[in-house]
């Protein structure tokens, strides 16, 4: 099958014939419809996290297709089944069920996916809308709803108008808050204001006057966190998703005297991922995503690495 591997950290991915994945008792293998290209994997390219497993290794975590082979003991699935492969961050981290994370993901053909993390999709929701889901849309709905706690009458914002950016706005719009958007580039605005942004200025600090109740960093340059410590409100959360850079540097002044409550966001939870796809079976949510061929999935790779994607790049391995 065909796939792409990395190598080498500052390398790109090595295109690679491999053979085709065998499931284990417990374990389905899954033919890849759809993969989602994450900022995540640039990050592991270029050396900002390190990856768990060590190259050769096949990333993709944004993973969605058809059951093709159950393993022995697996129950409740078929062949043919729709599914998805679920990233399980809560209550505990299963890294070592992650595709592209702890196993090799779906930029490849065909993987194998424990049991354990497939969730059925529904028959309106497209694998492509699954595949992203699984990590841009439900990370940005754990940070909003659970970590931040947006809730109806209160006004957060989203900094950082990328594909998780996006469902972040869109998620506290279905929370009820009032929401507002930062990016350094205006061209993310036109998305922005369709997920329901009320409006985005391009500088934190021009939320200070709003006071926003919580303000969700998707960005994490560093800036970008200390800003929004700075803009919240007294007692007011802020969230960071984003890993633009390594350390951050902010005011304790603001921190303390202002009593902000500063989270950390990573995954999610399967019934996170579950509720998120009901919203996108009703139409609540719907991912920005723009297709590209299986072929140009460095070249994707590196329009993430320079800001160059609005929303979401996914990919076909099957063509």
């Known amino acids: 099958m065909k796939a792409f591997r990395y190598v080498a950290q500052g390398a790109p991915l090595e295109s690679a014939e491999l053979p085709d994945p065998v499931a ?31 190259p050769p290794f096949t990333f993709g975590h944004e993973v969605a297709g058809t059951v093709s082979a159950l393993g022995e003991g697996v129950e409740g699935y078929a062949t043919g089944d729709r599914v998805a492969v679920a990233i399980i961050a809560h209550p505990q981290v299963q890294a070592s069920y992650a595709p592209g994370i702890g196993i090799d993901g779906g930029y490849a053909e065909r993987l194998v996916a424990h049991a354990s993390t497939l969730v059925p999709l529904p028959d309106n929701v497209s694998t492509v809308h699954a595949a992203v889901a699984t ?51 205006p061209d993310t605005f036109e998305a922005a204001h369709a997920a329901g942004a009320r409006e985005m200025p391009t500088d934190t600090a021009a939320l200070a006057d709003l006071r926003p109740d919580a303000i969700i960093d998707f960005a994490g340059v560093g800036s ?21 850079t390594r350390t951050t540097t902010f005011s304790n002044g603001s921190l303390i005297h202002k009593s902000v409550r500063l989270r950390g966001s990573y995954g999610a939870s399967k019934d996170e ?42 990919t076909r391995p099957r063509g």
């Open 273 to 314: 991922y579950r509720q998120v796809l009901s919203f996108i079976a009703d139409g609540r949510i719907e991912p920005v995503v723009e297709e590209i061929p299986f072929a140009d999935l460095n070249q994707g790779l590196d329009r993430l690495r320079h800001g160059k994607v609005r929303g979401r790049l996914i």
């Open 24 to 54: 284990g008792p417990g374990w389905v293998v899954v033919d890849v419809e759809a993969a989602g290209l994450c900022h995540s994997d640039v990050h592991m390219i270029d050396g900002l996290i390190e990856p768990i497993c060590r």
């Open 224 to 244: 970008t966190t200390s800003d929004a410590i700075d803009a919240v409100r007294r007692h007011g959360r802020v969230v960071l998703v984003g890993l633009g």
């Open 135 to 185: 990590d841009s849309v439900v990370t940005a709905y754990h940070a909003v709803r659970t970590e931040a706690r947006a809730k109806p009458g209160e006004v957060i914002a989203v900094i950082g108008l990328g594909g998780l950016g996006l469902n972040g706005v869109r998620t506290g719009v279905i929370a009820g808050a009032t929401v507002y958007g930062v990016d350094i580039n």
